[in-house]
Structure formats: structure tokens, C-alpha cells
């Protein structure tokens, strides 16, 4: 740790600022990161193979809703995608953090990336979630007729997904604010 000296005139600038423990925090950052990729991983999957075909008497008349009906809800798997892998590749990152808690420059590169990411998943689960009302509650000065009530299945896992989706969206505003703590734990100079 940090040794007590006694300061003569004209030291104050060069004072250390004691070093916090970040292990904690790196600890913290790499298990919101795992449940980040949970959370994206499922959304992507739960909106991927979402389907449902309404069935009627006639083998020619078939009613059926896909994901990729909607190009919202295809931005909204390739993004949940993309930030999925976005994750994984930071974990060894991550765990390099907790093994150097010091590590500066690679903590301000994974908040500068995180936050674009943080606003690459709010736009693509977004886009989602207005489709998703649209489906659910339609709009009648445009006489769009909600859909849900005949295509219920179709509606609750894309409510579904929506889920996780945001769920990982307050991760990464957590990681953000971890990196934030432990870079303002880190030792720096002190400038009376």
C-alpha cells in the first residue's frame, strides 16, 4: 500500500493518490459480461426461430409470421448478434483486467467500444419494441389492426426477446460505469 510521509513546501504536487482494489470491479465486469452474452444470445435465438402458422381447413390458404416478415426484427437479430460477439471477445480482456487491475488504455478503449455498442443494441432492440407495439396494439388512424390477437404465440416471443435484449442493455450501462470506477481508482498525480 501506500506509505504516510511527511510533506515539506513544494511536494504537494508530486502526492500519489492511493490505488483502490479494481479486482472487484474487474470481477464484477466479467460477470455482467457472461450475462450479457446470455442475454443477447437468447434474444437472438428467441427472435430467430420465432414462427407461427394459423391453422385452417384449406392446405392452400396458410397464414404464417416469421421473424424475417419484418426487416426490425432482422436488424434486431443481427445486432443482438454482433453484440453477443462483441462480448465474448472482451472476456479475455476482461480477465486480463482482473489479473492487472493497472491497465489504463485498455479499459478507456473497452468504454469508448462498450458505448458504441451500449447505443448499437438500443437502436436495433428499439426498432423492435415499436414493431412489437405496433403488433400488439395497431394504429387506427393508419387502420392497422393489432395481430396479436390471431398470431399470439408469434407476439409472446418477440415480447420475449425483447427481454434479454434490454436486459443487456443495462449491462452495458453498468460495465460502463464499472470501467468509469475502476479507471478513477487508478493511481494518478495529484496537482495542488
Known amino acids: ?47 430467430g426461430t420465432n414462427e407461427q402458422t394459423l391453422p385452417f381447413f384449406t392446405r392452400f390458404v396458410v397464414f404464417n409470421a416469421e421473424y424475417d416478415d419484418f426487416r426490425s426484427f432482422r436488424l434486431f437479430v443481427i445486432v443482438n448478434a454482433i453484440v453477443c460477439a462483441y462480448f ?13 487491475s493497472a491497465a489504463r488504455g485498455s479499459r478507456i478503449l473497452l468504454i469508448i467500444m462498450d458505448t458504441v455498442m451500449l447505443a448499437l443494441l438500443t437502436a436495433g432492440a428499439s426498432a423492435a419494441a415499436s414493431i412489437v407495439y ?5 394504429n387506427t388512424s393508419t387502420n392497422w389492426l ?19 435484449s434490454f436486459g443487456a442493455v443495462v449491462v452495458f450501462i453498468l460495465v460502463i460505469l464499472l470501467g468509469a470506477i475502476a479507471l478513477s481508482r487508478q493511481a494518478k498525480r495529484v496537482v495542488l
Do not use: W
Open 88 to 100: 465474448v471477445l472482451t472476456i479475455p480482456l476482461s480477465i486480463v483486467h482482473i489479473m492487472r
Open 1 to 47: 500500500m501506500t506509505k504516510t510521509v511527511r510533506l515539506e513546501e513544494g511536494d504537494a504536487s508530486k502526492v500519489l493518490v492511493p490505488v483502490g482494489s479494481n479486482k472487484g470491479v474487474s470481477v464484477m465486469d466479467l460477470v455482467l459480461r457472461l450475462v450479457g452474452i446470455a442475454g443477447t444470445l437468447g434474444a437472438a435465438i428467441a427472435m
Open 134 to 138: 405496433l403488433a400488439h396494439n395497431g
Open 146 to 164: 393489432p395481430v396479436c390477437q390471431q398470431y399470439g404465440d408469434f407476439c409472446q416471443g418477440a415480447s420475449g426477446s425483447l427481454i434479454g
